[in-house]
């Protein structure tokens, strides 16, 4: 139901704007709203386990149940184990859809868009692809120094191909050759570049041309690095945590610290996203076993409470993280590890009254 309830109501109305608007084919909106499930269901499993949990203890201390418990011996604490051994399962099954269906689901929903709209997409590298290839240096005074090697830059990626590609390539500080090639692509058998229907440039000392040398097909050994970084370009959302390391390798060749600090963030709260549903199990056992009568509808209004303040509290500590304030663990568990404690305090409380 809060499934169902998300997609109606976080995207329904903007995916309506684009059948109208743009023209956007029914078939392809219907296929992207289910393409979307998968993403409102991840953040349902926890918010249910908050439902579920402050419901269940909350009927067990109205019928004074709790009370009976208590009276025979029984901690609250012993009473709220098998909350935890749910929490933690729905924790698992939260990391798989995490994982394994919603990362390639939004990329599919994305790619549609793309496709049909030809929406442009931040992370995306299909046209004006630009990569900078580095190496380090060695100064006579013993420091490290990155200098640039290699330029890449190409108008389109289709998937297999560079399109339109020029590579600059720098020898001891100075612009020695440019290669303009119609198209290239990496030759994963020979772990080399094959370029076709294009012109060598070799240039003198003075940056002047010194050489042409035409050809229809030629092998050059340069980086990988620019082939991945144009074929694994996608938004955080779209990877899972594998994919985003192997991107963030690339994105320290690159020297890009604001993408790559971005990255590390978005790792650390996709791996502390799943165990939500553990805080939110502690949080709702300990509020349900309050000795106050509470209803369902009290219930209900206090979850949402609960979970927007705690979704809040996530943001702005992940915006600490992005603006490089906190580091990047810090900015995917601290909300975690102040709803533990908030929680664990709630039911030590109670616990001890």
Do not use: C
């Given at each position: 139901?809060?499934?169902?309830?998300?997609?109606?109501?976080g995207y329904l109305s903007d995916l309506a704007d684009k059948v109208v608007d743009s023209n956007l084919p029914l078939m392809q909106a219907s296929e992207i709203l289910l393409l979307k499930v998968p993403e409102f269901t991840a953040y349902a499993l926890p918010i249910s386990v908050m439902l579920s949990t402050l419901l269940t203890y909350g009927r067990l201390s109205n019928d004074s149940e709790l009370i009976a418990f208590r009276s025979c011996g029984v901690s609250l604490y012993r009473l709220i184990i098998p909350a935890m051994v749910m929490s933690l399962a729905v924790t698992g099954v939260t990391f798989l859809m995490s994982e394994l269906v919603v990362p390639a689901a939004n990329y599919?929903?994305?790619?549609?868009?793309?496709?049909?709209?030809?929406?442009?997409?931040p992370?995306?590298?299909?046209?004006d692809i630009f990569?900078?290839?580095?190496?380090?240096?060695?100064?006579p005074n013993g420091d490290q120094e990155k200098r640039?090697?290699?330029?890449?830059?190409?108008?389109q990626f289709d998937g297999q191909h560079l399109k339109t590609l020029t590579v600059l390539e720098w020898l001891e500080e100075r612009l020695n050759r440019i290669v303009v090639s119609d198209s290239a692509t990496w030759n994963g058998q020979e772990e080399t570049w094959d370029f076709f229907n294009g012109t060598i440039y070799q240039l003198s000392s003075d940056a002047s041309y010194k050489e042409a040398y035409p050809f229809e097909h030629r092998q050059l050994p340069l980086t990988k690095a620019a082939f991945e970084f144009a074929l694994q370009g996608r938004d955080p959302y779209e990877m899972n945590i594998i994919q985003a390391r192997q991107y963030m390798k690339i994105l320290k060749m690159m020297g890009d610290?604001?993408?790559?600090?971005?990255?590390?963030v978005r790792i650390q709260q996709k791996l502390a996203f799943p165990f939500i549903c553990v805080v939110f199990g502690v949080v709702g056992s300990a509020l349900g076993a309050t000795p106050q009568q509470m209803s369902r509808a009290t219930g209900f209004g206090l979850s949402v409470v609960i979970i927007f303040s705690y979704?809040?509290?996530?943001?702005l500590i992940g915006s600490l993280g992005l603006m490089g304030l906190i580091s990047p663990v810090l900015a995917?568990?601290?909300?975690n590890l102040l709803g533990l404690a908030m929680g664990g305090w709630l039911l030590y409380r109670f616990a001890e009254s």
């Open positions: 139901l809060v499934s169902v309830l998300g997609v109606a109501i599919r929903a994305t790619a549609i868009l793309v496709e049909y709209l030809q929406e442009d997409h992370y995306w590298q299909n046209k990569y900078p290839d580095y190496e380090q240096v060695t100064l640039l090697k290699h330029l890449f830059f190409a108008e610290d604001k993408k790559l600090r971005m990255f590390q979704y809040l509290l996530g943001f995917g568990w601290l909300p």
